[in-house]
């Protein structure tokens, strides 16, 4: 069994996607001014906006809010994984992820493996504060508008990777005005065994409570490329919904708490 990692995405949720290859999708990016004139000064926005995101991270650390993952097989026509998770506090202020919903992994050509789970948590819902800049060589493109918000745009890319830690590698767009990222496009990219494959993806960020841009959707529609040849045009979408402010002190943990209702979830094929 071949093995995968799939950057869980979610975003244009209604509009169809193009069936593309992992290394000829294009950045949707309109005609950009180079750089440096239009009278903007790139690491005075880095440093501005790298600060708010240190504390987007914090304040999305105390909402709760519902995570929908959905991952089909399209070509060949294969099986699916979907999950729903509620990231949830308990009344001692520990934060956890509760499962839902998650009936049996149907893929049929693909793996899931560790890396899946760092990159839905990390990688889509990407973030670059002031303690991460540091690990990045970030770029600035120029200016444009996205849905009719003036954004910075940037180029990034780890500047090392580490083992065991996943990265994002792509274009950020930055909101002019709140200085907070408002959309991210590229893939996850770390140190991996040979023949993992990771798809391109798009996330974007709606504005919560009317102060911080929150992650609400990530989607991916790509081919991955194997070693042996084959190929694999998957589809992926994740939601975050419902975001609420708990109020209260929270203790973050990582690991899954299932109710006794929910199915659990199955095991992880073994590479």
Not at 16 to 22: E, I, K, L
């Amino acid at each position: 069994m071949r093995t995968v990692i799939l950057s869980a995405a979610l975003a244009a949720l209604c509009l169809p996607m193009m069936q593309v290859s992992a290394q000829d999708k294009p950045v949707p990016a309109p005609d950009k001014p180079a750089a440096g004139k239009d009278n903007v000064n790139p690491e005075e926005i880095i440093r501005k906006f790298a600060a708010k995101e240190a504390e987007f991270r914090e304040a999305r650390n105390n909402y709760t809010y519902r995570q929908t993952v959905k991952m089909e097989e399209l070509e060949p026509v294969g099986g699916k994984w979907e999950e729903i998770d509620d990231i949830v506090f308990n009344p001692q202020g520990r934060r956890s992820e509760v499962v839902v919903w998650a009936p049996v992994i149907s893929l049929k050509n693909i793996t899931l493996t560790p890396e899946d789970t760092q990159d839905l948590r990390d990688v889509q819902p990407f973030v670059l504060t002031t303690a991460e800049i540091g690990e990045y060589n970030i770029n600035y493109l120029g200016r444009e508008k996205l849905d009719e918000i003036g954004c910075f745009t940037f180029s990034v890319k780890p500047k090392k990777m580490e083992k065991g830690k996943r990265y994002f590698e792509g274009e950020i767009w930055v909101d002019d005005r709140d200085l907070q990222i408002v959309k991210t496009y590229g893939k996850g990219v770390g140190i991996v065994k040979k023949g993992n494959e990771f798809p391109k993806f798009e996330t974007y960020r709606e504005q919560i409570d009317g102060k911080y841009w929150f992650p609400t959707y990530t989607h991916a529609d790509d081919t991955l490329h194997f070693p042996d040849g084959q190929n694999q045009h998957i589809r992926m979408t994740v939601k975050y919904q419902d975001y609420k402010k708990f109020e209260g002190r929270s203790t973050i943990t990582y690991g899954k708490t299932v109710d006794d209702k929910a199915a659990p979830p199955p095991a992880t094929k073994k590479k």
